[in-house]
């Protein structure tokens, strides 16, 4: 039998991450374009590391800062009386750590295609960086951090190790479709893992098929 | 009034040059390469030179014994792009109002000036890639000007339309200089646009201002360079 608690708490993990991803990613490109900072290779390796890391290992890494006996977790009881291990605040974390480097890597190539002179222009016409960043950069990097928010949607919908290490599976609470998929086949209910099977690939296929029509249509307009 | 004195240390060479703008065109005529946009991007505030001044009227653009570099936008100071640099997410209106902080009566009147000084009355709601050569140039001096600058900055204008246009628009630069009466800077390598435009043309070879025509450019009878004397640089 299908419940739809995790197809819902997927869509609403996957939808708040994205949020968390979009600030975070366009606002690490941004400064990594537009600042020489030193250390700045190191920190490009590790802004993508999520991406090339199991995300068991990141779900274990997470586990060491935010669980109960980790710096993170110790300061948020502590200061704030919060836990978010085996939440769906930690579903949120986790989905927003894996994601984060295809959000990053899109916005990035996204700012390095935009045509340099035409911030420039901005600046000389009395804008400030802010309004050069909202009214030039945004807008002509848009189908890049589209797809990097299409990406990282669809990643998170599917995020299994690094979730079930820090948000556990609880049923109603943290169970979200990857993790619904593994343990119905583990009691053997095939069908309903099958359903989940189908529903999710019904929801990520549709996102990217959506994706692509509206970068061709895109293209096409420009 | 534009002075200039500054030095830049560029990959081949060190730029050099000093020279004052009257409200008039000025001309940094010399071959590709030569430091002409280096020049214009230190006044525009979008590189940093690295050794003296540049003030315009009272105001110190660049300082670096008092260590003042203001940024672009506090300069005031227009530039107009060799490719035009419009933003093609923008029609052609809100191109030439970019530049305009807040609008007003008056920046009304003078947008409605500038599309029919300019005579692109008729292009307001198109799309930039929409138009020719000659309009995109257009356009970009619409939005130079509509930003009241103090001074306005022309990096090789019209090397990117075709004859006929080129001269169209050479006698309707010479026309909004004379109107609007602020210093026009502009940077070429062609010599035609040099004599034809400037009311004083600065010669570089190098990133060096060169003063003396050399012997080997021929001059006329008004000691005025003639167009054989450009080939120096070619």
Not at chain 1, 20 to 26: A, N, P, Q, Y
Not at chain 1, 123 to 148: C, I, M
Not at chain 1, 160 to 176: H, S, V, Y
Not at chain 2, 83 to 90: I, Q, V
Request: net charge neutral; proline share 6%.
């Amino acid at each position: 039998m299908v419940e739809w608690q995790p197809v819902i708490l997927s869509i609403k993990v996957a939808s708040i991450s994205v949020l968390f991803v979009f600030f975070l990613g366009v606002l690490s490109a941004y400064v990594m374009r537009s600042t020489d900072i030193p250390g700045k290779a190191a920190l490009e390796s590790f802004f993508t590391l999520p991406l090339v890391l199991p995300p068991v290992v990141i779900g274990f890494l997470l586990l060491i800062l935010v669980g109960k006996q980790g710096p993170i977790g110790i300061l948020l009881t502590k200061y704030f009386d919060i836990q978010i291990i085996f939440t769906q605040s930690a579903a949120v974390l986790a989905g927003t750590v894996v994601s984060f480097p295809l959000m990053y890597q899109s916005t990035k190539a996204a700012f390095e295609g935009i045509d340099k002179t035409l911030e420039d222009a901005a600046r000389t016409l009395g804008a400030s960086e802010w309004r050069v960043f909202w009214t030039v950069t945004v807008p002509l990097s848009w189908p890049g951090l589209v797809s990097g928010l299409v990406l990282s949607f669809a990643r998170t919908l599917g995020e299994f190790g690094a979730t079930i290490m820090i948000a556990g599976n609880i049923p109603g609470k943290t169970q979200t479709i990857p993790l619904a998929i593994y343990f119905a086949t583990e009691s053997n209910d095939l069908v309903t893992a099958g359903m989940y099977v189908i529903i999710i690939s019904v929801i990520t296929f549709s996102i990217i098929f959506g994706l692509n029509h509206w970068k061709g249509k895109n293209i096409t307009l420009q | 009034m534009l002075t200039v004195d500054i030095k830049k240390k560029l990959s081949d060479f060190t730029l050099h040059i000093s020279f004052t703008a009257p409200n008039k065109t000025i001309v940094l005529f010399g071959p590709s390469g030569c430091g002409k946009t280096t020049i214009l991007r230190c006044i525009a505030g979008l590189l940093k030179p690295d050794e003296g001044s540049i003030v315009s009227n009272d105001t110190t653009f660049y300082s670096s014994t008092k260590a003042i570099h203001l940024p672009p936008k506090k300069r005031n100071v227009s530039y107009m792009f060799q490719d035009f640099a419009l933003f093609p997410h923008m029609n052609v209106k809100h191109n030439i109002w970019y530049g305009v902080k807040t609008p007003s009566q008056e920046a009304n009147e003078l947008y409605e000036k500038l599309i029919t000084l300019l005579k692109i009355e008729h292009l307001p709601h198109r799309s930039i890639s929409q138009l020719s050569g000659g309009e995109k140039q257009r356009v970009a001096m619409a939005r130079a000007l509509m930003a009241e600058p103090q001074i306005l900055l022309l990096d090789e204008p019209l090397s990117a339309l075709d004859a006929q246009s080129r001269y169209e628009l050479q006698d309707e630069l010479k026309k909004l200089q004379e109107i609007w009466n602020i210093p026009f800077v502009l940077v070429t390598h062609s010599p035609e646009e040099a004599q034809a435009l400037g009311s004083e043309v600065i010669f570089l070879h190098q990133g060096q201002q060169v003063s003396e025509p050399p012997p080997s450019w021929n001059m006329n009878g008004n000691g005025k360079t003639t167009r054989s004397s450009f080939q120096y640089f070619y």
